[in-house]
């Protein structure tokens, strides 16, 4: 059973830095495509960055891209580093695992939730203006 936990959200003043941290019990050596999700109240679930473990290649949501960064360590915890952040950046976030996707298929853009097998339980951000 995959695991996965969500830390490090806060509240912040626009133009703040925050880092979401997603422990879990995911090998990421052997390549796993995770992503990093939000969902504001009142509006659809969103993919904001997806990564492949297995070499680090990335996709970010136009809306994030040159603010938010996606990571890993060496281990099994996966990080979301967010500056310039903006009071529309509010939301929970939500760590995923799409265990079934290949790297190109992860870093397409095409983010439906129904990809992703595993999830985290949340972690609110909130940008104040």
């Known amino acids: 059973q995959v695991q996965l936990m969500e830390s490090g959200g806060g509240s912040v003043q626009a133009g703040g830095s925050l880092r979401v941290s997603c422990a879990t019990s995911i090998y990421f050596a052997s390549g796993v495509c995770m992503g990093w999700f939000r969902q504001a109240p009142g509006k659809e679930r969103e993919g904001v960055a997806t990564?492949?473990?297995?070499?680090?290649?990335t996709y970010y949501a136009d809306s994030v891209k040159g603010r938010f960064t996606i990571s890993q360590d060496n281990a099994n915890t996966l990080y979301l580093q967010m500056n310039s952040l903006k009071p529309e950046d509010t939301a929970m976030y939500y760590c995923?695992?799409?265990?079934?996707?290949?790297?190109?298929?992860?870093?397409?853009?095409?983010?439906?939730?129904?990809?992703?097998?595993?999830w985290g339980q949340g972690t609110q951000v909130t940008v104040s203006s």
């Open positions: 995923a695992a799409a265990p079934f996707l290949g790297r190109t298929r992860c870093n397409s853009g095409y983010l439906p939730r129904s990809d992703f097998h595993a």
């Open positions: 990564i492949y473990t297995g070499d680090g290649s």
